[in-house]
Nanobody
Framework: QVQLVESGGGSVVPGGRLKLSCVAP????????MSWFRQAPGKEREGVAA?????????YADFVKDRFTIYQDNTKSAAVDLQMNDLKPEDSAMYYC?????????????????????WGEGIQVTVST
């Protein structure tokens, strides 16, 4: 059973930056769709960004384009990072890493929660003054 471990969350002021990391300890994915989702209190979980492991294609929600970057951490097997810049209060949420191991990524499916078979426990990001 693949496990995902998230790290890097915390509190920042508006305009600040954070980097989230997601790793599957002991695993190596040659093909997978790995994503970050988020859920704010009282709201539905939404896709933030995804990367097609092995191909390198990336996908972003409109609300994070040009601010967030998802990339594979090539120093670790089965690891992706999410660099978040110019953070806004509305970015405050619990962030979840998800993986669809052995699956592709596409412009529609990457935002579908049911596409993923493995989820991390989540990590809190708070943006406030």
């Amino acid at each position: 059973q693949v496990q995902l471990v998230e790290s890097g969350g915390g509190s920042v002021v508006p305009g600040g930056r954070l980097k989230l990391s997601c790793v599957a300890p002991g695993d190596t994915f040659t093909s997978a769709c790995m994503s970050w989702f988020r859920q704010a209190p009282g709201k539905e979980r939404e896709g933030v960004a995804a990367i097609y492991i092995g191909i390198g294609l990336t996908y972003y929600a409109d609300f994070v384009k040009d601010r967030f970057t998802i990339y594979q951490d090539n120093t670790k097997s089965a690891a992706v990072d999410l660099q978040m810049n110019d953070l806004k209060p509305e970015d405050s949420a619990m962030y979840y890493c998800a993986a669809a191991v052995g699956s592709s990524c596409g412009p529609t499916v990457w935002k579908m929660e049911q596409w993923y078979n493995t989820w991390g426990e989540g990590i809190q990001v708070t943006v406030s003054t």
